[in-house]
T-cell receptor, first 114, second 119 residues
Framework: ETGVTQTPRHLVMGMTNKKSLKCEQHLGHNAMYWYKQSAKKPLELMFVYSLEERVENNSVPSRFSPECPNSSHLFLHLHTLQPEDSALYLC?????????????FGPGTRLTVL | AQTVTQSQPEMSVQEAETVTLSCTYDTSENNYYLFWYKQPPSRQMILVIRQEAYKQQNATENRFSVNFQKAAKSFSLKISDSQLGDTAMYFCAFMKRTAGGTSYGKLTFGQGTILTVHP
């Protein structure tokens, strides 16, 4: 379970705060993903990065800002969030975006917005 | 757009028995992949099994097998000899396969089924 790590594991923030979620993969993969998992809803793909370039932005509000400085690290910067943004945020990686390689998931960050 | 539906929010089974989780999907695509992922409580989501739509043979992985009915757009997961460690939320997922064999890495998930295995 150490292939994809995420920090912090839990985060509570107010609507005016700015925080960042971090994801790191130790698998040598070239593609990384952010997903949102809300209660009673399917996982929603938010962003896809391939070789540090964003290739998918799934109509995500601008209060979520991703950053991929290198192929091993992925950040999700959060600002002026809403209570409905409370969810489990999952990071995943795969060898290549253009394949059906298995996606390996991190443990997630449980975010609560007050 | 593709949709994936898991109609069973919760299931339970006795240890050592067999349970089947249902999944249906809606797509106009002919080439795609289907997956079952497992998310144990407070642990990472992991791949259980995958199926290529062009293969007629149902995929199996040890105690896990699928019943893939392409015409019916159904993809159920059977867990044999259930173990306590199988307790988890199970997600069915779909990935389109383009004509060039690429997929864009985009998984579409169902709502999930919480499976509890009782001793």
């Amino acid at each position: 379970e150490t292939g994809v790590t995420q920090t912090p594991r839990h985060l509570v923030m107010g609507m005016t705060n700015k925080k960042s979620l971090k994801c790191e993969q130790h698998l040598g993969h070239n593609a990384m993903y952010w997903y949102k998992q809300s209660a009673k809803k399917p996982l929603e793909l938010m962003f896809v990065y391939s070789l540090e370039e964003r290739v998918e932005n799934n109509s995500v509000p601008s209060r979520f800002s991703p950053e991929c400085p290198n192929s091993s690290h992925l950040f999700l910067h959060l600002h002026t969030l809403q209570p409905e943004d409370s969810a489990l945020y999952l990071c995943a990686s795969s060898q290549d975006m253009f394949s059906t390689d298995t996606q390996y998931f991190g443990p997630g960050t449980r975010l609560t917005v007050l | 757009a593709q949709t994936v539906t898991q109609s069973q929010p919760e299931m339970s089974v006795q240890e050592a028995e067999t349970v089947t989780l249902s999944c249906t999907y809606d797509t106009s695509e002919n080439n795609y992949y289907l997956f079952w992922y497992k998310q144990p409580p407070s642990r990472q989501m992991i791949l259980v099994i995958r199926q290529e739509a062009y293969k007629q043979q149902n995929a199996t992985e040890n105690r896990f097998s699928v019943n893939f009915q392409k015409a019916a757009k159904s993809f159920s997961l059977k867990i044999s000899d259930s173990q306590l460690g199988d307790t988890a939320m199970y997600f069915c997922a779909f990935m389109k396969r383009t004509a060039g064999g690429t997929s864009y890495g985009k998984l579409t998930f169902g709502q999930g089924t919480i499976l509890t295995v009782h001793p």
